[in-house]
């Protein structure tokens, strides 16, 4: 069965992590893996996330199997998360369900439109997370490519956005960031949502919106505005929510799956049908790390110093993308990188070519994803110079 297996490539993103690790260089930087890392370096447990699992030992509770959707509680913080408490959530019209991480989440509703809407298309943006095109190619879905990133500018082609979906025939998903994008960092403005959501609507389109970061942007609220603008008027959606970033529970898997129906009635039907997928592929989700989540979620002491931490890590990002956009300048760079302090969240599409993403890695070992995304996260005080220094080497060679 095995024998006629050739050796494929490894990941474009996770394999540099291996490469990183048997580096021998002292100096590695590794700013190709999506994580969150302090000034020091190193991806902190949330005090938050500390106490909660203090509590959860001692409790002590029996691992019995959870409900194929995950703890009720669970979901209904997930959608006060993305809704508060506006008309979706108090028409019932909401189901959610625990995923393993938004990768997991992502399958479901490749799965759940692959056997309820035969033949949709799901369009994502260019460039998009590497993995979207496997994860729903794994699913069966065929993948429509829609312009978002104008190399030239470094910002948003939304014309060209605006002009493919307009064409997009009824009943195809569109998968949207719903901030931080992921790899440019570049998110549509408060009044490019409301045209979106017109083009949805006109055209009977589906939103499947990626919330993966939510907080990370300019606030929890903030980072879900377009996603109620859009919700506001597509009677029906999906969302994928992850909480390894904004909690830092990368290892556990913690998401969930939002369906959006047009009533409670229709909400409900639903839900049997996902819990079908469900229970055909991951059975029902692990305990651990959604409890984590509701433990702090329901306390308002514990979400309150979790959101402050949140802020914290915000607050560095942003503070490390003004650095290094000084630092390529102090470096003697003439290109103008101004652009990174207009994104937003971890990352940035740097411009940088795949020759020089090579020469950083073989010269400098410093590590980025073969597109020329940046994690600004990964970046530290410490690091900093050494990058902007190799940088202003290759832009020069």
Known sequence: MFDHLQPVPPDP?????????????????????????????????????????????????????????????????????????????????????????????????????????????????????????????????????????????????????????????????????????????????????????????????????????????AGLEEDVAGLRTVAGRSPELFVVSSFSKNFGLYNERVGAVTLVARDRTKATAAKGHLERVIRTNFSNPPRHGEAVVLTILDDETLTAAWTEELAAMRGRIAGMRQAFVEGLQGAGISRDFGFINAQNGMFSMSGLSRAQVDALRDEHSIYIVGSGRINVAGLTTETLDYVCEAMAKVLAA
């Open 13 to 217: 993103i996770l394999g540099l992590t291996t490469a990183f690790a048997q580096d021998p260089n002292p100096k590695r930087v590794n700013l190709g893996v999506g994580v969150y890392r302090d000034d020091r370096g190193r991806t902190p447990t949330l005090a938050a996330v500390r106490a909660a699992e203090a509590r959860l030992l001692e409790e002590d509770a029996p691992k019995t199997y959870l409900p194929i959707t995950g703890a009720a509680e669970y979901g209904a913080h997930v959608q006060r998360l993305l809704f508060a408490d506006g008309p979706i959530v108090q028409e019932g019209r909401a189901v959610t369900a625990h995923s393993p991480g938004g990768t997991g989440g992502l399958r479901v509703v490749g799965d759940f439109v692959r056997k309820h809407r035969p033949g949709a298309r799901i369009w994502v943006s260019t460039p998009t997370w590497a993995n979207h095109h496997g994860v729903f190619g794994a699913a069966g879905l065929d993948i429509v490519d829609y312009p978002y990133l104008d190399a030239a500018t470094h910002g948003l082609d939304f014309s060209g956005m605006m002009s493919a979906l307009s064409k997009a025939p009824e009943g195809d998903i569109v998968l949207l960031h719903g901030c931080c994008h992921n790899p440019s960092g570049i998110d549509p403005s408060p009044g490019q949502w409301e045209e979106l959501a017109g083009v949805l609507v006109d055209r009977s389109l589906v939103p499947l919106f990626d919330v993966a970061y939510q907080g990370f942007g």
